[in-house]
């Protein structure tokens, strides 16, 4: 299936549309930068990972003693249910475009 685009969208347009919703970007506090050095949970389009955030970019994270996290468990439990180390002793990169979520693990 085609898709035919009749009028090209430009980044003009796109500002017109956000002036015009009176839309506001802003930058939210507790982005990734603000958790360098804590342990996260990182939540992707396929997999879910845990890991000490080591470093940041506009293109991707690093996690240092990274693991995969295939099943959560209850969110209160000490440990999640089924996770396995990553076989790498150099930290992994993970897109920001793939990630969903990511928040400090408190426990």
């Given at each position: 299936m085609k898709t035919i685009i009749k009028k090209p969208v430009t980044v003009e347009r796109v500002v017109e549309k956000v002036i015009e919703e009176k839309s506001?970007?802003?930058?939210?506090?507790?982005?990734?930068?603000?958790?360098?050095?804590?342990?996260?949970?990182?939540?992707?389009?396929?997999?879910?990972?845990?890991?000490?955030?080591?470093?940041?970019?506009h293109t991707f994270i690093e996690l240092k003693n990274a693991n995969i996290?295939?099943?959560?468990?209850?969110?209160?439990?000490?440990?999640?249910?089924?996770?396995?180390?990553?076989?790498?002793?150099?930290?992994?990169?993970?897109f920001l475009s793939q990630i969903e979520s990511m928040f400090v693990i408190d426990r």
């Open positions: 506001e970007v802003v930058d939210a506090p507790g982005g990734p930068i603000e958790m360098l050095g804590s342990v996260v949970y990182v939540q992707c389009t396929s997999y879910s990972y845990t890991g000490e955030l080591f470093g940041v970019n996290v295939y099943a959560t468990g209850a969110w209160n439990r000490k440990n999640f249910e089924t996770e396995e180390v990553l076989p790498s002793k150099r930290p992994i990169v993970l």
